[in-house]
């Protein structure tokens, strides 16, 4: 039971490259999502899964878009980096009770040059 | 906007003190407040959490006070251990469109020295 997975942990871009993460979870739950980590800033939401099919607009979401592949996997993908985009990136899964606790997988260190 | 607001930003604490990280919110929709443990390289992974109806919520030397008429809460970490240092989160969560919502603070790096 690997938890929540992402790949890659370090990536460097160029602006204006673009690039996916990727996320899976083995847990069997609904809802994933995608927050980016920056000093000082805590943990923001940038795009959730409620369900397999559906996503919706976190805090952050310009310049990002995501797709929830099946219930296992929910990939974040970046058309055209900017150097603001320059964070950690960390998936995370929950079932779906009132009190879900949220599982984080290991983080992304994504470098935008 | 931020609606969760965390204190203080960092902490050093002796081995065997005691460790109190404050946090205070604004929405009172918000149900479930969970505090969030990370280490260095690693995912934030749950600490403790508490209800709004529960005044105090006790883990092994972690405790959680919840004071809602003040809309605040507070991690009182006990006899501090140098495996304790880390960043830790609070957070409040609620439902919202079918998903948890959740907000979180912006951290307190503790450093527990020998």
């Known amino acids: 039971n690997a938890g929540v997975t992402q790949t890659p942990k370090f990536q460097v871009l160029k602006t204006g490259q673009s690039m996916t993460l990727q996320c899976a979870q083995d847990m069997n739950h609904n809802s994933m999502y995608w927050y980016r980590q920056d000093p000082g800033m805590g943990l923001r939401l940038i795009y959730y899964s409620a369900s397999e099919g559906t996503t919706d607009k976190g805090e952050v979401p310009n310049g990002y878009n995501v797709s929830r592949l099946n219930k296992r996997e929910f990939s974040l993908r970046l058309e055209s980096a900017a150097p603001s985009q320059t964070s950690v990136y960390f998936c995370?899964?929950?079932?779906?009770?009132?009190?879900?606790?949220?599982?984080f997988g290991p983080g992304t260190r994504l470098t935008v040059l | 906007q931020q609606q969760v607001k965390q204190s203080p930003q960092s902490l050093i604490v002796q081995k065997g003190g005691i460790s109190i990280i404050n946090c205070a919110y604004e929405?009172?929709?918000?149900?479930?407040f969970p505090w969030y443990q990370q280490f260095p390289g690693k995912g934030p992974a749950l600490l403790i959490a508490?209800?709004?109806?529960?005044s105090e919520k006790k883990e092994g030397r972690f405790t959680i006070s919840f004071n809602k008429s003040a809309k605040q809460f507070s991690l009182h970490i006990m006899d501090s251990q140098p495996g304790d240092s880390a960043t830790y989160f609070c957070?409040?969560?609620?439902?919202?469109?079918?998903?948890?919502?959740?907000?979180f603070g912006t951290g307190t790096k503790l450093q527990v020295i020998p």
């Open positions: 508490i209800r709004p109806d529960v």
């Open positions: 957070a409040a969560s609620m439902r919202s469109g079918g998903y948890q919502k959740v907000t």
């Open positions: 929405n009172t929709a918000f149900d479930y």
């Open positions: 995370a899964s929950s079932p779906v009770t009132s009190t879900d606790t949220q599982y």
